[in-house]
């Protein structure tokens, strides 16, 4: 029995991988928390809608661009050093939030959050994928996903319960601690394998020849998959960061109910997060995100138009469940593309000009609900979800055709 558990838990990266989806767990308690408290903080500094999607926006397009400089940089130096400095950044700047007294000062906060944000991810994901081997490659990011999930997903919860009994800045100051728990281990305890200390080009991962090539030659062989993934995540970005304020004000639930389910939301990513790397180890890569931006537009067409009760409640976790998988896969997809000198740098590249278009999204859509309403919108993003997905049916299709012929 003692074997078959270890066997279990070195499939899925063993300690090492464990201990990522902790500090994934503790950097994405803070990151995952402003939109779940939106609807205190507006009340409490009185914000309108366009307000609320600048403060969104402040953390997501510095993160966007510290990305490409965390990526660059995380492919150059120790990978030790650019994890703790992110942990490290991210949660001090989740403990001064606390302490931001206006409207101002929070985006000042929330904007070095995001530069610090920058740094965790690359190095993250580029040192997972630079130490295991394909074959298990899916279920080590699934796993590492699942902890920023666990993140997201208790932070809206806990920082829910902390705003509701004393006051939203508490809520940003109790959460930041794991965040600077884990920067302390991973700059004191963590021991890194040589493969994965630095890139450079010197290293090749584990069970992998060393392989050369551009940055452009690795985004041009998955590119129709990448360009559609990102649509979808940037139309659908505003589902996820004004989801608690369209509970609240579209389908009527309390403040602290909308934020809780929220959590619900994030939670469904868990099952979705170890289903999508598990899946894409035994099924293909290819395969696992298409099936997943088919389901993509009619889930989100369900959130938007249901009433409130169990048939919403089960759109709330497969909405979730899908982004976490489809994130799962479109990461693992990528690293397998990439050189090992060039993961940090692609991934940055990947995940920067997704939040860089966030950042970009958030504020039009806050300015779109104040003058068309927030049904409106939700009820547009609906539409072109759905068509996203019809995108990648005939992609799908596309390629079960070539790969019969």
Request: glycine letters at 12%; charged letters at 10%; a positive charge.
């Given at each position: 029995m003692?074997?078959?558990?270890?066997?279990?838990?070195?499939?899925?990266?063993?300690?090492?991988?464990?201990?990522?989806?902790y500090?994934?767990?503790?950097?994405?308690?803070?990151?995952?928390?402003?939109?779940?408290?939106?609807?205190?903080?507006?009340?409490?500094?009185?914000?309108?809608?366009?307000?609320?999607?600048?403060?969104?926006?402040?953390?997501?397009?510095?993160?966007?661009?510290?990305?490409?400089?965390?990526?660059?940089?995380?492919?150059?130096?120790?990978?030790?050093?650019?994890?703790?400095?992110?942990?490290?950044?991210?949660?001090?700047?989740?403990?001064?939030?606390?302490?931001?007294?206006?409207?101002?000062?929070?985006?000042?906060?929330?904007?070095?959050?995001?530069?610090?944000?920058?740094?965790?991810?690359?190095?993250?994901?580029?040192t997972?994928?630079?130490?295991?081997?394909?074959?298990?490659?899916?279920?080590?990011?699934?796993?590492?996903?699942?902890?920023g999930?666990?993140?997201?997903?208790?932070?809206?919860?806990?920082?829910?319960?902390?705003?509701?009994?004393l006051?939203?800045?508490?809520?940003?100051?109790?959460?930041?601690?794991?965040?600077?728990?884990?920067?302390?281990?991973?700059?004191?305890?963590?021991?890194?394998?040589?493969?994965?200390?630095?890139?450079?080009?010197?290293?090749?991962?584990?069970?992998?020849?060393?392989?050369?090539?551009t940055?452009?030659q690795?985004?041009?062989?998955?590119?129709?998959?990448?360009?559609?993934?990102?649509?979808?995540?940037?139309?659908?970005?505003?589902?996820?960061?004004?989801?608690?304020?369209?509970?609240?004000?579209?389908?009527?639930?309390?403040?602290?109910?909308?934020?809780?389910?929220?959590?619900?939301?994030?939670?469904?990513?868990?099952?979705?997060?170890?289903?999508?790397?598990?899946?894409?180890?035994?099924?293909?890569?290819?395969?696992?995100i298409?099936?997943?931006?088919?389901?993509?537009?009619?889930v989100?067409?369900?959130?938007?138009?249901?009433?409130?009760?169990?048939?919403?409640?089960?759109?709330?976790?497969?909405?979730?469940?899908?982004?976490?998988?489809?994130?799962a896969?479109?990461?693992?997809?990528?690293?397998?593309?990439?050189?090992?000198?060039?993961?940090?740098?692609?991934f940055?590249?990947?995940?920067g000009?997704?939040?860089?278009?966030?950042?970009?999204?958030?504020?039009?859509?806050?300015?779109?609900?104040?003058?068309?309403?927030?049904?409106?919108?939700y009820?547009?993003?609906?539409?072109?979800?759905?068509?996203?997905?019809?995108?990648?049916?005939?992609?799908?299709?596309?390629?079960?055709?070539?790969?019969?012929?």
């Amino acid at each position: 029995m003692g074997s078959d558990r270890t066997d279990i838990v070195n499939q899925w990266g063993g300690k090492l991988s464990f201990f990522f989806a902790y500090t994934h767990f503790s950097h994405d308690l803070t990151t995952g928390l402003l939109a779940a408290l939106l609807p205190f903080i507006v009340q409490d500094l009185k914000l309108n809608y366009l307000q609320a999607g600048f403060l969104v926006s402040a953390f997501s397009l510095m993160a966007g661009f510290a990305q490409l400089l965390g990526g660059w940089l995380s492919d150059r130096i120790k990978r030790k050093n650019s994890l703790a400095l992110g942990l490290g950044g991210v949660g001090i700047s989740a403990v001064a939030v606390g302490f931001a007294g206006s409207y101002v000062a929070m985006l000042v906060v929330l904007i070095a959050m995001g530069i610090f944000a920058g740094f965790y991810h690359p190095s993250a994901v580029s040192t997972l994928t630079g130490d295991f081997e394909e074959r298990r490659r899916g279920k080590v990011i699934a796993l590492h996903n699942v902890g920023g999930s666990l993140g997201f997903g208790i932070g809206p919860l806990f920082g829910a319960i902390i705003a509701s009994k004393l006051n939203w800045h508490f809520s940003f100051v109790f959460l930041g601690i794991p965040a600077l728990i884990a920067a302390v281990l991973v700059f004191s305890r963590l021991k890194l394998p040589s493969s994965s200390v630095v890139a450079g080009g010197v290293h090749a991962a584990v069970g992998e020849r060393k392989r050369r090539g551009t940055i452009w030659q690795v985004f041009r062989s998955v590119l129709a998959i990448v360009a559609i993934s990102v649509a979808m995540q940037l139309i659908t970005g505003p589902v996820m960061s004004f989801m608690s304020l369209f509970l609240a004000n579209v389908r009527h639930l309390t403040d602290a109910a909308a934020s809780m389910w929220v959590t619900v939301v994030r939670m469904g990513g868990l099952a979705g997060g170890l289903v999508g790397g598990w899946l894409t180890d035994r099924w293909g890569r290819r395969n696992t995100i298409l099936l997943t931006l088919i389901a993509f537009g009619p889930v989100t067409y369900a959130l938007a138009k249901l009433p409130f009760g169990v048939a919403l409640a089960c759109a709330l976790i497969l909405f979730g469940w899908l982004m976490t998988m489809r994130e799962a896969t479109m990461q693992t997809l990528l690293m397998d593309a990439a050189p090992a000198h060039l993961r940090a740098t692609i991934f940055g590249i990947y995940f920067g000009f997704g939040q860089q278009g966030t950042s970009v999204i958030q504020p039009l859509a806050g300015q779109l609900m104040d003058s068309m309403g927030i049904v409106g919108v939700y009820n547009t993003i609906a539409y072109a979800s759905i068509g996203l997905s019809c995108l990648a049916g005939v992609l799908a299709l596309h390629r079960s055709k070539a790969t019969r012929a």
